[in-house]
């Protein structure tokens, strides 16, 4: 009697090599690039403020006054409160929640927008911004003056507009962030380890169920 062991005709199964299906994140739609670029946006355009925005020659009259600089933190106040806004919402974007994120956003925008109409009314009226300080200077109002702005307010305004796109895309894309807690950590280990012991308030609950809490 024949007794050999028939040979399987099915020929081994080859493991299947594992992919991934997650698709690279690109570099405009992530949380750290967007909140660093929102943030050197609002300190360029802070530090704009701190240099000469207008350059004023005053008129040869009653008053024997030199030339007058203008820095942007005289020249146009809002500009560096709106910075600061724009500089504490990008801040705050990074810990924020999705529904505190989009105000965070619209605020970082809005400040942007401020921004770079109060520099256009800079730009297209050196004289009249400059006036108050003019007055300062010379001791006499509406003193005739030959006012020019620097190349500060045009950095001043590309920033902002750089910080409308980074909040704009941060409005955009931030719904698909996670936030995350030092709680998050312990969580994965808590879900496959033991279970958690039961407290003092668990356990009164428990009791005035019926249950036992040693159990």
Do not use: C
Not at 14 to 39: C, D, G, N
């Amino acid at each position: 009697m024949n007794t050999e062991t028939p040979h399987s005709s099915e020929t081994p199964e080859t493991p299947e090599i594992p992919h991934t299906t997650a698709k690279s994140v690109r570099f405009w739609q992530r949380k750290a690039p967007l909140i660093l670029l929102a943030v050197l946006a609002a300190l360029a355009i802070f530090g704009t403020t701190t240099q000469t925005w207008i350059h004023v020659s005053i008129g040869q009259g009653e008053v024997a006054q030199s030339d007058l600089n203008i820095p942007g933190s005289k020249a146009a106040v809002a500009v560096s409160a709106l910075a600061l806004v724009a500089l504490a919402g990008a801040l705050a974007t990074s810990i924020a929640g999705k529904i505190a994120r989009i105000v965070t956003a619209m605020i970082m925008f809005l400040s942007a927008a401020g921004i770079v109409a109060v520099v256009f009314g800079i730009v297209a009226d050196p004289a009249g911004a400059a006036m108050a300080e003019v007055g300062v200077a010379t001791g006499i109002e509406g003193e005739a003056a030959n006012a020019t702005t620097t190349f500060f307010p045009v950095l001043a305004i590309v920033a902002a507009l750089v910080l409308a796109v980074a909040s704009l895309l941060v409005l955009f894309f931030g719904r698909s962030w996670n936030v995350r807690t030092k709680y998050d950590a312990a969580r994965p280990a808590q879900a496959g380890g033991p279970a958690e012991a039961v407290d003092e308030i668990d356990r009164w609950d428990q009791l005035s169920r019926g249950e036992d809490p040693t159990d």
